[in-house]
């Protein structure tokens, strides 16, 4: 896989808990970094036949591992303005220089 397939832009981002100066709790957005991503909607192919069991995965997200952030379930990617839920991580081959992940786009509801 070559830097040539991740030419979209996306970011790595976390809610944390913020106190503010009055003592209210709330959530806020981290971003974690701004990354290069090669995307892959869910399709009939025999990669994602192979998938089966990540059935509510709808996009496939490949990028440079980031050093000193291990990313996880607890993270999200927002790309080309929507909200991608992260379900699974792996690395790619073992080699500690790719990141694979299985993500849900999170589609806002109305009312």
């Not at 701004?34 to 997200?61: C, P, Q």
């Not at 990028?63 to 607890?74: G, L």
């Amino acid at each position: 896989m070559g830097l040539g397939l991740m030419n979209k832009n996306a970011q790595l981002c976390i809610l944390q808990n913020t106190i503010d100066s009055e003592g209210f709790s709330g959530r806020s957005v981290v971003v974690l970094e701004n990354i290069r991503v090669f995307v892959e909607a869910k399709h009939g192919s025999e990669r994602w036949a192979n998938l089966a069991a990540f059935s509510e995965a709808t996009d496939l997200f490949r990028f440079r591992r980031i050093p000193n952030i291990i990313v996880d379930t607890k993270h999200y990617i927002m790309f080309n303005g929507f909200k991608y839920d992260i379900l699974s991580v792996e690395d790619v081959k073992g080699r500690n220089m790719y990141v694979e992940v299985l993500a849900k786009k999170v589609e806002a509801s109305n009312g």
